[in-house]
């Protein structure tokens, strides 16, 4: 197992190029399961995560083929139905494999994601959708069994916009004949994503980026060639990156319409942004303002930026406090940071960040996927060094993350962890 290790203190300058979104790819990369033929999706970033993905893809007789951030997905013939416990324990999107092999073949075998580091992460939305499509499904030792050989066009409302919800509902609907109607959808960019992506398939779709999809299913869907959306959260965490260690970084590739709250609370905090088309310039002033946060669905605060904002906030003058409402025990980053210096105090789900701190490097464990990027912006503030375990986290979500820090001038490495 690797480890990074990290001298901080160190300004961050330059450019770096934001990768395509992992959140966005691994639907896309489920919707093609919909569609005979040869999908090409571009953008696609090179992720552990994506890996897994197209290890479920290849288990399910698609070949898939990467050239750079391309990949070609030739679902022409699919010879499995089934999704395993290997994979969908080591990554919970697998689970998007369930509502497209519904929509392809009728019928799946899918693993039932167990829970996670930081809660339950139940999937009672997605099966109580799929019921009222007229999917049948039972739980038979680990493995959700569907058949859907009477599914048919709904009216459906989901008890909360979930994200994965959404994405299994959509993928299930475009082949449910006659119309669908999802309520009370996700908005998240990566959502409207795969509906734009399933709408050039074919499919007619109205409502993508709104709280409700209108869908005519059962049309054939053919084979596209599509683009993975910016990854808001690497862009998130490169901001909140020069807004704790400081410097001047333009962030290239991004989407600013989909990092407005972000880019309005980073402002309020004392960062200087200036935006033009994909190009985000990020200044620090030397000083940081306290600003609370609550996170929420889009386009609320990402959850996912929770613990990098709580590692910026560590060096503002004054207190915050940062409440979790989606996660309320994603809070593993807190005692880490700690160790580093950090003056966390915790109520249920709302930590309380007092700064400014002098923040000092030290041993510490990553946990997570954010809470280890957390951890990689509190080193590259804090003064010596500090080493990361178990980066494999990171590796699920970042492209490389310590390259594109390298080159803004952080003093960061990898070293085999004995
Ligand atoms: N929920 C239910 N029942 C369900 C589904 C969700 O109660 O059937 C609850 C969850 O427990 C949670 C809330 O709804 O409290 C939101 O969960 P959601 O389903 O929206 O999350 P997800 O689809 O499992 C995706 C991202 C996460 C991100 C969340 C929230 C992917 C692959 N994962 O997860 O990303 O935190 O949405 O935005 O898109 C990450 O990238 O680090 C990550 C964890």
């Known amino acids: ?66 050239r750079n951030d ?36 009728g019928r799946a075998k899918v693993s039932l994601p167990g829970g996670c580091a930081w809660g339950p992460r139940p999937v009672d939305i997605h099966l109580k959708g799929l019921e009222a499509l007229g999917v049948k499904t039972q739980l038979d030792r680990g493995y959700i069994l569907a058949d859907a050989r009477k599914m048919r066009g709904c009216r459906f409302v989901l008890d909360f916009p979930s994200v994965g919800a959404s994405v299994n509902l959509l993928l299930a609907a475009v082949a449910a004949k006659g119309e669908t109607v999802l309520e009370n959808v996700a908005r998240e960019p990566e959502v409207t994503n795969l509906a734009r992506m399933l709408i050039a398939m074919g ?109 910026m906030m560590t060096g503002a003058e004054g207190s915050c406090l940062v409440e979790d409402t989606i996660y309320p025990d994603r809070f593993t980053h807190v005692p880490e940071l700690i160790r580093l210096g950090a003056n966390i105090a915790m109520r249920d789900n709302i930590a309380q960040v007092t700064g400014p701190v002098k923040l000092v490097g030290a041993p510490v464990m990553s946990t997570d996927l954010r809470a280890s990027a957390s951890l990689v912006i509190a080193a590259l503030a804090a003064k010596g060094r500090t080493e990361i375990s178990r980066i494999y986290h990171l590796d699920r979500g970042y492209e490389r993350l310590e390259e594109k820090f390298a080159v803004l001038g952080a003093k960061i490495w990898r070293e085999e962890d004995e």
């Open 1 to 66: 197992m690797d480890k990074l290790v990290i001298e901080g203190g160190r300004e961050l300058k330059g450019e770096v190029r934001i990768a395509g979104a992992k959140n966005a790819a691994l639907p896309l990369m489920a919707a093609a399961i919909l569609a005979p033929g040869q999908t090409t999706l571009h953008n696609v970033p090179d992720l552990v995560d994506v890996g897994t993905m197209a290890e479920v893809l290849e288990g399910l007789g698609i070949s898939v083929d990467r």
């Open 203 to 311: 499919a007619p779709i109205e409502g993508a980026g709104t709280t409700a999809f209108h869908i005519e299913g059962g049309h054939s869907l053919n084979a596209v060639d599509f683009h993975v959306i910016p990854d808001r959260i690497e862009a998130g965490t490169y901001l909140a990156a020069v807004g704790r260690a400081g410097g001047d970084v333009t962030l290239v590739g991004a989407n600013p319409d989909h990092l407005s709250i972000i880019l309005d609370r980073s402002v309020e905090a004392g960062l200087k942004i200036a935006v033009r088309n994909d190009r985000i310039r990020v200044q620090s002033s030397g000083k940081l303002h306290p600003v609370d946060i609550q996170t929420e669905v889009f386009p609320g605060f990402a959850t996912d930026m929770q613990a990098q904002w709580i590692a």
């Open 70 to 105: 391309a990949m070609a997905l030739d679902a022409t013939t699919i010879t499995s139905d089934t999704a395993p416990y290997e994979l969908v324990k080591t990554m919970r999107a697998s689970f998007y494999a369930l509502g497209a092999l519904v929509g392809r073949l």
